[in-house]
T-cell receptor, first 114, second 115 residues
Framework: KAGVTQTPRYLIKTRGQQVTLSCSPI?????VSWYQQTPGQGLQFLFE???????NKGNFPGRFSGRQFSNSRSEMNVSTLELGDSALYLC?????????????FGPGTRLTVT | GQQLNQSPQSMFIQEGEDVSMNCTSS?????WLWYKQDPGEGPVLLIA?????ELTSNGRLTAQFGITRKDSFLNISASIPSDVGIYFC???????????????FGQGTRLTINP
């Protein structure tokens, strides 16, 4: 099976702009989670989508949003970018079967805000 | 919020040595996961633990789910150069919505191996 794919791999944006990141989960996986990774804060949970519905949410401002499509692909959007949004954004997919919490990560999108 | 304390933060060892790292929490988790991350890549799942007291191996890696459900450890035996990287523990508590996913991560253990 192909792994989790994320596009683009690298992105440079200017403060105030918005950005959309894309994630394709492992075939058959219906749960997609997003995480932000920074040197200072480590890996922080953003949100999780399952069957096109946000099922769980972390403690990030409303500028961070996401959605999931019927084919389980997911997008994450950050509006009004700030310098502190520079990070590696990771998406992970899970089969989310009963009691299954194993998440498989993509390579990430490296976002730099200038 | 929930936090995981992972230690040590870094390790410098000789090739062939055994490695041990652990994670502790003030909260109970019902699942513990261990990941390895190489530079420029996403974390790769190494071991998943679902039962308190469970001891699971994956090649030279062995991990245990603590009896109190508040800790876990990872051992690597006979380290080799490709073991270099950052190791993360992650915990999942019982969700409010059945099946909802939310991993809490430790800060990572950076492993360096001297040949």
């Amino acid at each position: 099976k192909a792994g989790v794919t994320q596009t683009p791999r690298y992105l440079i944006k200017t403060r105030g702009q918005q950005v959309t990141l894309s994630c394709s989960p492992i075939s058959g996986h219906r749960s997609v989670s997003w995480y932000q990774q920074t040197p200072g804060q480590g890996l922080q949970f953003l949100f999780e989508y399952f069957s096109e519905t946000q099922r769980n949410k972390g403690n990030f401002p409303g500028r961070f949003s996401g959605r999931q499509f019927s084919n389980s692909r997911s997008e994450m959007n950050v509006s009004t970018l700030e310098l502190g949004d520079s990070a590696l954004y990771l998406c992970a997919s899970s089969s989310s079967g009963t009691g299954v919490y194993e998440q498989y990560f993509g390579p990430g999108t490296r976002l730099t805000v200038t | 919020g929930q936090q995981l304390n992972q230690s040590p933060q870094s390790m410098f060892i000789q090739e062939g040595e055994d490695v041990s790292m652990n994670c502790t929490s003030s909260s109970i988790f019902n699942t513990w996961l261990w990941y390895k991350q190489d530079p420029g890549e996403g974390p790769v799942l190494l071991i998943a633990l679902y039962k308190a007291g469970e001891l699971t191996s994956n090649g030279r890696l062995t991990a245990q789910f603590g009896i109190t459900r508040k800790d876990s450890f990872l051992n690597i035996s006979a380290s080799i150069p490709s073991d270099v990287g950052i190791y993360f523990c992650a915990g999942q508590s019982i969700p409010l919505i059945q099946g909802a996913q939310k991993l809490v991560f430790g800060q990572g253990t950076r492993l360096t191996i001297n040949p």
